[in-house]
């Protein structure tokens, strides 16, 4: 068996320029397989007024309102789109509604969502369909159910969904799992270390050959490089010493009990976007390419492998 390569990324929380650099590599790196290691949803729902007297306007940095024409309009929703947030265009007193009503904000923001999931695998269709490349996309801790339905529902066939799946790809085989040890701010697939726990030990049953399986498994085991993250005081800000930032291990122990006691041949991980590093547990070689999505820059991992090992990895900058 030759080089067989993969392409990862994560973390693109709804950029709609980074997914579309994560679709181009096909052509540029050549991989044998991408995946999308989670967390697809953006963050942030953006208002764009309508004016009384024709136009628009919006506040770019959340004071400060810029005026738009209509030929202007298309250009800030891009901008929008690609660091990762939804628009929506609508009255003040109808922004004022639904600031006042939590539902109809959720539901809004969960249309919006779908509408921009439903054009990514437009794109997978188009552009990677055709040419039988396969696409490993898999949901993360900021991700609902929802999100993972629409993919396994509406997804062109060489989309391949591993949610608590192993599945054949390849020589290989793909252990997925989009679930997080619990964060402060109670994600919707955050779970407690022994509910994560449970949920790896279902999805461990279906491995084949452990030294053919590669982990795409979003949080990233606990105690190493991967999982670097700022502590964090009762308010969700950093704290620092004498202008230092504090940092600690946020990861999985599951996780890591995971790869001690399987020995898969790499684990392929995301969730924290400030731990760009490559790291070892037990000898298994483990990833994170990091993300910093609201650049629009595009972060990612080349991992070459051939037989039961990694020949190379290299992290890329799009």
């Known amino acids: 068996m030759g080089r067989f390569r ?13 997914f579309r650099k994560f679709l181009n590599s096909a052509p540029v790196y050549e991989p044998d397989l991408l995946i999308y290691g989670g967390d697809i949803l953006g963050k942030t729902l953006v208002p764009i007024f ?6 628009y306007r919006w506040y770019p940095s959340g004071h400060g309102a810029h005026h738009l024409g209509d030929a202007e309009l298309p250009d800030v929703q891009k901008k929008i789109a690609d660091t990762g947030r939804y628009s929506l265009v609508t009255r003040p007193e109808e922004w004022a509604h639904l600031q006042g009503s939590p539902d109809q904000m959720e539901a809004t923001f969960a249309r919006l969502a779908k509408e921009r999931l439903r054009h990514w695998l437009g794109l997978v269709r188009e552009r990677l369909t055709p040419k039988k490349i ?4 898999n949901v993360g801790n900021d991700d609902t159910n929802d999100v993972l339905d629409l993919l396994r529902s509406e997804g062109p ?37 022994p509910e994560l726990q449970k949920v790896l030990d279902r999805t461990r049953g279906q491995i084949g050959n452990p030294r053919r399986t590669i982990l795409d498994i979003h949080a990233p085991p606990f105690g190493t490089s991967l999982d670097i993250a700022p502590q964090l005081d009762a308010d969700f800000k950093p704290q620092t010493v004498s202008g230092q ?5 946020v990861g999985s122990t599951s996780v890591r009990e995971l790869i001690e006691s399987v020995h898969p041949i790499a684990g392929l ?28 820059q595009l972060q990612g991992l080349l991992v070459d492998f051939e037989d039961d090992h990694v020949l190379s990895h290299l992290f890329v900058l799009g």
């Open 6 to 18: 993969v392409y990862f990324v994560s973390d693109l929380h709804g950029s709609e320029v980074s």
């Open 50 to 55: 309508h004016e009384e007297n024709g136009g």
């Open 157 to 193: 066939e060489n989309l391949l969904v591993p949610e608590g799946r192993v599945l054949s790809v390849g020589p290989y085989e793909i252990f997925g799992c989009g679930y997080a040890n619990m964060t402060p701010w109670h994600c919707p697939r955050d779970l407690e270390e």
């Open 245 to 249: 930032l504090l940092t600690h291990h």
């Open 134 to 137: 396969p696409v490993v996309m």
């Open 269 to 296: 991980h995301g969730h924290i976007h400030e731990s760009k590093a490559v790291d070892t547990v037990a000898g298994v070689p483990v990833y994170n390419p990091g993300s910093v999505y609201f650049s629009g």
